[in-house]
């Protein structure tokens, strides 16, 4: 009992930490990569874009333990759910760490263009444009449909197991649908709100502190056979 209480405080604080780190790294980023000048924004806040390409490889970092902490926890409820949760985390990861580097490719091009003098028209702008696409549709994908796609996953095997209280999970699995929602709409250049992006990121909040505090539901943690024989 004592080491599940101790996985599910780790699990929580990654997740802390996860959202922590991308919320920061976002908040870095998005002033700078939304410029009109934007190669040159970048060269010129380089120790800022740097730390929140850093803080975006904690974020992959913690996506991954997230899935490799739970793994035993899910395995006893479901063997499949807890390979496909572990797969879908360990691809976002991936997708993460993609995006760190084609926003550092689009770092050192900024570099370069503000060595050439800043041009007004070369090739520097239409590199950076396909730089700034390609890391803007690998975050998309990895936070906006393979991270839903883990949610899901998570969330029904919560919401079956009862792990946690089957209102958290519930929430969980609705703000995960809406959130997918958005992205999708992105695919035929329809863009809704981010508002919806909403519900999933307090949930995951609540549903760490749930962890660190009150921990998993011990009577729904055991494997079906043993509850079975008893």
């Given at each position: 009992?004592?080491?599940?209480?101790?996985?599910?405080?780790?699990?929580?604080?990654?997740?802390?930490?996860?959202?922590?780190?991308?919320?920061?790294?976002?908040?870095?980023t998005?002033?700078?990569?939304?410029?009109?000048?934007?190669?040159?924004t970048?060269?010129?806040?380089?120790?800022?874009?740097?730390?929140?390409?850093?803080?975006?490889?904690?974020?992959?970092i913690?996506?991954?333990?997230?899935?490799?902490?739970?793994?035993?926890?899910?395995?006893?409820?479901?063997?499949?759910?807890?390979?496909?949760?572990?797969?879908?985390?360990?691809?976002?990861?991936?997708?993460?760490?993609?995006?760190?580097?084609?926003?550092?490719?689009?770092?050192?091009?900024?570099?370069?263009?503000?060595?050439?003098?800043?041009?007004?028209?070369?090739?520097?702008?239409?590199?950076?444009?396909?730089?700034?696409?390609?890391?803007?549709?690998?975050?998309?994908?990895?936070?906006?449909?393979?991270?839903?796609?883990?949610?899901?996953?998570?969330?029904?095997?919560?919401?079956?197991?009862?792990?946690?209280?089957?209102?958290?999970?519930?929430?969980?699995?609705?703000?995960?649908?809406?959130?997918?929602?958005?992205?999708?709409?992105?695919?035929?250049?329809i863009?809704?709100?981010?508002?919806?992006?909403?519900?999933?990121a307090?949930?995951?909040?609540?549903?760490?502190?749930?962890?660190?505090?009150?921990?998993?539901?011990?009577?729904?943690?055991a494997p079906?056979?043993?509850?079975?024989?008893?």
């Amino acid at each position: 009992m004592i080491a599940n209480k101790s996985i599910a405080r780790i699990i929580g604080a990654l997740f802390i930490t996860a959202t922590a780190a991308s919320s920061l790294s976002i908040i870095f980023t998005e002033p700078i990569l939304d410029a009109s000048d934007y190669l040159t924004t970048i060269s010129e806040n380089e120790t800022k874009f740097i730390s929140a390409m850093l803080l975006m490889l904690v974020d992959a970092i913690a996506v991954a333990g997230i899935a490799i902490v739970f793994y035993p926890i899910l395995k006893k409820q479901n063997t499949v759910l807890a390979l496909g949760y572990v797969g879908a985390r360990i691809v976002e990861s991936v997708f993460f760490i993609v995006y760190v580097i084609f926003l550092l490719t689009l770092f050192t091009l900024s570099q370069e263009f503000v060595k050439a003098g800043a041009p007004d028209a070369s090739y520097f702008q239409t590199e950076g444009v396909v730089l700034l696409s390609a890391s803007d549709w690998s975050f998309s994908i990895g936070l906006g449909i393979i991270f839903t796609l883990s949610a899901l996953i998570l969330n029904y095997s919560l919401y079956v197991s009862k792990l946690v209280p089957r209102w958290l999970s519930l929430w969980g699995s609705i703000g995960a649908i809406l959130s997918f929602f958005v992205v999708l709409m992105r695919f035929y250049n329809i863009y809704i709100t981010e508002a919806l992006d909403v519900p999933i990121a307090i949930q995951e909040m609540v549903f760490a502190l749930w962890l660190i505090i009150k921990g998993f539901n011990q009577d729904a943690i055991a494997p079906q056979s043993d509850k079975t024989n008893n």
